[in-house]
């Protein structure tokens, strides 16, 4: 069974930090990129940022560069994202994704492995 677990939501008050893992199944995670996604209710699931399977390159959207982070452990079949000065606005559930190409993407189409998300919550 192919699997992604996302860990590590919760709230926290604007200006904090916080870290998200998911851990994948080795066949889900093997030569693949992965990618962090978030979405709110209502609106479609947004790009965050993804890496490549070999780790050496990393892209985000705008919104988060310089506070975020997406690093991986091909040992240990894991994916972070961490996350720094957090923002009400990036109140969102998070989803992490097995992209089908060892390089990232920001289309969502492009992943066809997906998490049950995790909730961050950032109070103002």
């Known amino acids: 069974q192919v699997q992604l677990v996302e860990s590590g939501g919760g709230l926290v008050q604007a200006g904090g930090s916080l870290r998200l893992s998911c851990a994948a199944s080795g066949r889900t995670f093997s030569g693949r990129a992965m990618g962090w996604f978030r979405q709110t209710p209502g609106k479609e699931r947004e790009f965050v940022a993804a890496?490549?399977?070999?780790?050496?390159?990393?892209d985000y959207t705008n919104s988060v560069k310089g506070r975020f982070t997406i690093s991986r452990d091909n040992t240990k079949n894991t994916v972070y994202l961490q996350m720094n000065s957090l923002k009400p606005e990036d109140t969102a559930s998070y989803y992490c994704?097995?992209?089908?190409?060892?390089?990232?993407?920001?289309?969502?189409?492009?992943?066809?492995?997906w998490g049950q998300g995790t909730q961050v919550t950032v109070s103002s």
């Open positions: 994704a097995a992209c089908r190409y060892s390089s990232g993407s920001y289309y969502s189409q492009n992943y066809d492995y």
């Open positions: 890496i490549s399977w070999s780790g050496g390159s990393t």
